[in-house]
């Protein structure tokens, strides 16, 4: 949950540093843009989905995996 709501913060201000700041039409001032307006302009799926979808994926591999196959963990150990 904590993991999540970290990335979820991070892709907000990447997108921000993409798009950068908004000139308002009424004021000419520069302003920041809220989620709402950096998910509006950004209309792929959140990294968080992704990230779940991956997950369960990869949970999908393991659980049709025959039992005599062993399972190795990322740094290659057994």
Known sequence: MREEHG??????????????????????????LHNEEVNDMYCSPNIVGVDQIGRKRCAGHVARMREERHIQGFGGET
């Open 7 to 32: 990335l979820g913060v991070f892709e907000n201000r990447v997108l921000r540093r993409i798009f950068g700041p908004k000139r308002d039409e009424v004021t000419g001032w520069q302003k920041l």
